[in-house]
């Protein structure tokens, strides 16, 4: 059984809405994003549907405590945190749509 997690932050096609976010199944999580599964969510409303940041966690616990640390810092944290991993703002989707 898995007890994983992961935190990841997804952006609009401009980049200036960020969310972020915590989930179990990261596949499963950044799919319903992208086909606007919760037609009222933050999300669906501000088209943010580009993975542009994640970071997994042996538990679910510490994904949302670092979820938590994440959304109390500034935007400019933010943007850091997301430049240090993936500075081209590439949709990371590709790679997590493949995982086995």
């Avoid at 599964?37 to 993975?51: G, V």
């Avoid at 997994?56 to 979820?67: D, L, Q």
């Avoid at 935007?75 to 790679?95: H, S």
Wanted: net charge positive.
């Amino acid at each position: 059984m898995h007890y994983g997690g992961y935190v990841y932050i997804l952006c609009n096609k401009n980049r200036n809405v960020l969310y972020t976010g915590v989930s179990s199944d990261l596949r499963k999580r950044i799919y319903e994003h992208k086909h606007h599964h919760y037609s009222t969510a933050f999300t669906s409303k501000y088209n943010c549907t580009i993975l542009v940041y994640y970071c997994s966690f042996e538990r679910i616990e510490m994904a949302i405590k670092e979820e938590k640390r994440i959304k109390s810092g500034s935007r400019q944290q933010k943007i850091d945190l997301i430049n240090a991993m993936n500075p081209d703002w590439e949709d990371l989707w590709v790679t997590v749509q493949n995982w086995d």
